[in-house]
């Protein structure tokens, strides 16, 4: 690419452009997962819709491949690219709340930490994920599958209206009024349709949350997820509970007693009152022998956040997901066997109820097709030891093997590798006839294929 290329979009830019040559370089080119080493051409990092505009009409013009950077905790590593463009959107970080309306409008380079932050300030929040340092961009445009889903639904479902900057550089409103197919598509079609700028969300009433784990030996764990896998198709909505096999980190978070024990547990999270959590989650306590149970109120930014200083950039990440409508004892089999040999301290297998909200949107209303789903289980191996990357690769894989045939054949995009086209389909079932429609009326000549690609057309 020719240098005054370059030059001739730096009169036009306000943000930072960062090529391989720069101080910055390095930095900027690392993504959360430490396992993605890309090095791009260049990173346009934006400050404001101008910016963007003026980034994509660069890309394109000069036949690069773009990435599109938001929180970069994409696992496959998808906001950043060789060889291309990245599209920077970490310094957009405005976030303005409505209290009156109930809504925030918040821009692309925010974490769900900034945006439970703002909102904690009015006792509200936007149902999202189950850190707070995941990006809003990538989490919300695959779904946004979290604490407060039970009740509130998705992140897509609570998503009013999105700003995008197209393929082609115009600018539009995506939402039930304005380009509602686009709309469609974005909840959950992920960033194959343009740079999306703005997200603007409802809100609810949410502020203090009953919060924490129950661990129970690992020898107990087929008779516990069984108990659980009954006991969270009853439970009431205001509670939820994801199911995690663990081993138990060396951290002040844990009681020393249990430090590198591998265990099962559950990790609690209501927004009713501590009289209400205790009763729902009382049925649980008396199965099998816990070792630990510690439930007290939380502010949610707090809970949300819990787990972010043991999951921080860097670490060697491998994943692999499914969707269950139902979790048979063959299932549960399989899932303890290789819940019971977790390769190291921090790879762990996750089983997120979606039943409540999420299933009472059609599952052609949203791009985000498992609506029936009862659980999105995800099996992630995790090391700071780039020497430990075939350990838990072939850990995960082998887990998830033994696991995909009793799954209801397609993925969360949100936590995939890149796993083929193949893969992408069986996640979108027949939505994905109606996206790659869309795909073709918005960016026909796949711009945005750094993602989920859903092709033009099919
Ligand atoms: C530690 C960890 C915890 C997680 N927990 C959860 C969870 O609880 N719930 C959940 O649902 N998911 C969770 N995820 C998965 C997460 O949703 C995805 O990894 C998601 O892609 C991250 O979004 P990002 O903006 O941080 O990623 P990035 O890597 O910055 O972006 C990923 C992709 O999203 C698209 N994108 C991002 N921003 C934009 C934009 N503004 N416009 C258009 N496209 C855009 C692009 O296609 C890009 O390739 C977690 C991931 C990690 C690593």
């Known amino acids: 690419m020719p240098v005054q290329a370059i030059d001739q979009l730096r009169q036009s830019f306000r943000g930072e452009l960062i090529q391989p040559t720069d101080a910055a370089y390095e930095a900027a080119r690392r993504v959360y997962n430490g396992m993605i080493d890309k090095h791009p051409r260049l990173i346009a990092r934006c400050v404001d819709v101008a910016d963007v505009i003026a980034a994509v009409g660069f890309g394109v013009e000069n036949g690069m491949l773009i990435a599109i950077r938001g929180g970069a905790h994409n696992g496959a590593g998808l906001g950043v690219c060789d060889d291309g463009l990245v599209i920077d959107l970490s310094r957009m970080r405005g976030i303005h709340v409505n209290p009156d309306a109930r809504t925030v409008r918040v821009e692309p380079g925010c974490v769900f930490g900034d945006v439970d932050h703002a909102t904690h300030a009015f006792g509200m929040a936007v149902p999202s994920g189950f850190v707070s340092s995941t990006g809003v961009g990538g989490l919300t445009l695959g779904g946004g599958i979290g604490y407060l889903s039970r009740r509130y639904g998705l992140t897509i479902d609570n998503l009013l209206s999105a700003d995008v900057v197209l393929a082609d550089g115009r ?10 197919d686009l709309f469609w598509a974005l909840r959950g079609g992920g960033g194959n349709f343009g740079v999306v700028t703005s997200f603007q969300f409802r809100l609810h009433p949410v502020s203090t949350v009953q919060f ?12 516990v997820l069984t108990a659980y896998r009954d006991f969270i198709q009853k439970a009431p909505e205001h509670l939820t509970g994801f199911f995690a096999f663990l081993i138990i980190p060396p951290v002040p978070l844990f009681p020393p007693q249990l430090h590198g024990k591998s265990v099962c547990g559950i990790v609690w999270c209501s927004t009713g009152s501590a009289e209400e959590a205790e009763k729902a989650i009382k049925p649980m306590q008396s199965v099998g022998h816990p070792l630990l149970h510690h439930v007290g109120p939380a502010p949610f930014p707090a809970a949300q956040s819990t787990f972010d200083p043991l999951f921080v950039p860097g670490l060697q990440w491998y994943w692999r997901a499914d969707n269950f409508t139902e979790l048979s004892d063959k299932a549960i089999a399989r899932f303890v066997e290789y ?9 762990t297998i996750h089983l997120y109820p979606l039943n409540g909200a999420p299933q009472r949107v059609g599952k052609n209303e949203t791009a985000y097709s498992f609506r029936e789903a009862l659980f999105s289980a995800v099996i992630v191996g995790v090391d700071p030891d780039p020497a430990n990357v075939l350990a838990i690769t072939e850990w995960c894989k082998s887990c998830w093997d033994a696991v995909h045939p009793f799954s209801a054949g397609g993925s969360y995009v949100n936590f995939m590798m890149e796993e083929g086209q193949e893969r992408v389909q069986a996640s979108y079932r027949d939505n994905y006839p109606r996206l790659a429609e869309i795909k073709k009326k918005y960016d026909p000549n796949n711009v945005f294929r750094v993602n989920q690609n859903i092709r033009p057309g099919g």
């Open 212 to 223: 924490g784990p129950t661990f129970w030996p690992i020898e107990e764990a087929g008779t």
């Open 171 to 180: 600018f539009v409103t995506a939402s039930s009024e304005e380009n509602p």
């Open 339 to 347: 819940g019971s040999k977790i390769p190291s301290l921090l790879s």
